[in-house]
């Protein structure tokens, strides 16, 4: 993914003192496009699951999108996007004990939307949206995982790697005119597995978008506060 928005998407390294960006240490490397104004491509090699100084690299008002490998037990290939958060004390995959993160319900079922319709050149991929789970979790913007699983054939992948970047700077491009144009209902997910398929489908052919997404194994943490 980073490989094609530099070579296909025209994203060039700029200065890490650059005026967009606060209290930047050489843990990131930023990259504009002319193409693409409103996209700044930041890669770094920290684990992306245990940052935690998020919001002193950006400003306030965006959203992060992390381009993510997927991994599973199954290996089957997936095309994932999912929120962050902990509904426990178990903050063994980054970000704060109960703490749920930032959502931007209406990006997330846009991607979707528009990854569902590229299904055709992606016959070999199931498209599915995980429930909430691992960090980071404290900022301040929402924050949705895009990944490609679940094995290094995939990650290597890279026709999936266009799509899947097409289509997230497509709907960053259109979200508002989406979100101004559609009737979207706002839920939160409660129940079905770790890849709910109920709620994907809401998602792709519905009206309905989603936060939070708590599946039943993590039902027993819910409490008033959280």
Not at 38 to 55: A, F, G, Q, Y
Not at 173 to 183: E, H, R
Not at 184 to 206: A, C, D, M, T, V
């Amino acid at each position: 993914m980073k490989n094609y928005l530099i070579k296909e998407e025209n994203f060039e390294k700029i200065n890490n003192n650059g005026k967009n960006h606060n209290n930047v240490n050489m843990d990131y490397e930023f990259f504009n496009s002319s193409i693409h104004p409103k996209i700044t491509l930041i890669i770094t090699k920290r684990n992306l699951i245990e940052i935690d100084n998020i919001d002193s690299i950006l400003p306030k008002y965006n959203m992060i999108i992390f381009l993510s490998k997927h991994a599973s037990k199954s290996k089957t290939p997936t095309l994932t996007s999912h929120s962050t958060g902990n509904f426990s004390e178990d903050n063994l995959l980054g970000g704060k004990p109960c703490e749920i993160g930032n959502t931007f319900p209406s990006f997330q079922k846009q991607y979707m939307k528009r990854l569902y319709e590229k299904k055709e050149e992606l016959l070999n991929y199931n498209l599915a949206i995980e429930a909430t789970h691992h960090g980071p979790t404290s900022s301040t913007n929402p924050i949705l995982f895009v990944e490609i699983g679940s094995t290094e054939i995939q990650w290597n992948d890279k026709l999936a790697a266009s799509i899947v970047c097409k289509c997230v700077l497509d709907t960053v491009n259109d979200i508002k005119k989406k979100v101004s144009s559609n009737n979207i209902n706002i839920g939160i997910g409660i129940g079905g597995n770790h890849y709910p398929q109920k709620f994907n489908n809401l998602i792709l052919f519905s009206n309905v978008a989603f936060g939070p997404i708590i599946s039943k194994y993590n039902l027993s943490f819910i409490n008033e506060k959280l």
